[in-house]
Nanobody, 116 residues
Framework: QVQLVESGGGLVQPGGSLRLSCAASGFTFSRSTMRWYRQAPGKERELVAAITGAGGSTNYADSVKGRFTIARDNAKNTVYLQMNSLKPEDTAVYYC?????????WGQGTQVTVSS
């Protein structure tokens, strides 16, 4: 059974940091591209960051470049999103997504709220 379980969300003040984790099971994690998306209220889901299976290539949305870092530990079947210098506009539900060919799976999401 394929599972993606996100954790690490919460309430943080502007300028603060959070690290999201996504624990994966039920598929070949090391060969899957992993992505983080987010969806704010009333907005479409947007791609935040992605990392290839071997971790050799990453890409980021312009809005988070220089502040967010995606990383993965294939031994632990886990992908991370380190979020620094958080802004109120980063408030959203963050989703983990696994992709390999026609295979795609989503986690349930974790809420990140940036507010003073």
């Amino acid at each position: 059974q394929v599972q993606l379980v996100e954790s690490g969300g919460g309430l943080v003040q502007p300028g603060g940091s959070l690290r999201l984790s996504c624990a994966a099971s039920g598929f070949t994690f090391s060969r899957s591209t992993m992505r983080w998306y987010r969806q704010a209220p009333g907005k479409e889901r947007e791609l935040v960051a992605a990392i290839t299976g071997a971790g050799g290539s990453t890409n980021y949305a312009d809005s988070v470049k220089g502040r967010f870092t995606i990383a993965r530990d294939n031994a632990k079947n886990t992908v991370y999103l380190q979020m620094n210098s958080l802004k109120p506009e980063d408030t959203a539900v963050y989703y983990c997504n696994a992709v390999r060919g026609l295979f795609s799976s989503w986690g349930q999401g974790t809420q990140v709220t940036v507010s003073s």
